[in-house]
């Protein structure tokens, strides 16, 4: 894994002195616009440090904490993985429920507001919404698939999934702000 963080860092040109290079995983954060209308892109590390007992492990949550206080009027967490589906059975924060209820803790104790997570992963695309007891519901836009669709999917069962928000074929997803 410490190879694979390389060459994605090498890859997307991150300078040799960044702070990225030392730390366990590739997560990042950027703010863009102006006050009033910040936009807050968090890219989340679910694989690094992931074990039988955490998603993201001490370091990359500690961050997180941070930089869901930092202002910002609209938050994308991305995540490689759905966050809010819990009835699929296949890769998802649902599998360590503890982490999952973690993350909806840590967004209620920072008060973090306009939170949207985009997830992928699942060969298809979605939209899935549940109140996670933070003030505000939470979405979830799972983006995908670019190349490879597979169209049984979606006759699975999600509690979770706004119907007719789905997306069976070869696509992707495409956030605009006003």
């Known amino acids: 894994k410490k ?3 390389e060459v994605f860092l090498d890859f997307f040109g991150e300078p040799k ?9 590739i997560y990042d954060a950027k703010i863009f616009g102006q006050e009033n209308k910040r936009v807050q892109i968090i890219a989340l590390d679910t694989r690094y440090s992931r074990d039988n007992t955490t998603m993201l492990g001490e370091q990359q949550w500690n961050w997180l904490e941070e ?6 009027e609209i938050r994308i967490i991305m995540s490689s993985i759905q966050v809010i589906t819990k009835d699929n ?23 973090a507001e306009g939170i ?16 996670a007891g933070i003030g505000y ?4 836009l799972t983006t995908g698939s670019l190349n ?4 049984k999917f979606p006759s699975e069962k999600n509690l979770y999934r706004i119907e007719k928000n789905i997306e069976v074929d070869e696509s992707f997803g495409l956030m605009i702000a006003n």
């Not at 002195?17 to 995983?25: L, V």
């Not at 949207?116 to 109140?131: C, K, Y």
């Not at 490879?148 to 169209?151: D, E, H, T």
């Open 89 to 111: 059975g296949w890769e998802n924060w649902m599998n360590l429920p503890p982490e999952r209820e973690k993350l909806f803790k840590l967004i209620n104790k920072t008060k």
């Open 3 to 5: 190879i694979s963080k």
């Open 17 to 25: 002195d960044s702070p990225r290079r030392q730390q366990k995983g």
């Open 67 to 72: 930089q869901l206080q930092q202002p910002a």
């Open 148 to 151: 490879k669709a597979i169209k």
């Open 116 to 131: 949207i997570f985009v997830s992928g992963d699942r060969h298809f695309g979605e939209l899935t919404a549940m109140n």
């Open 137 to 140: 519901p939470l979405y979830d």
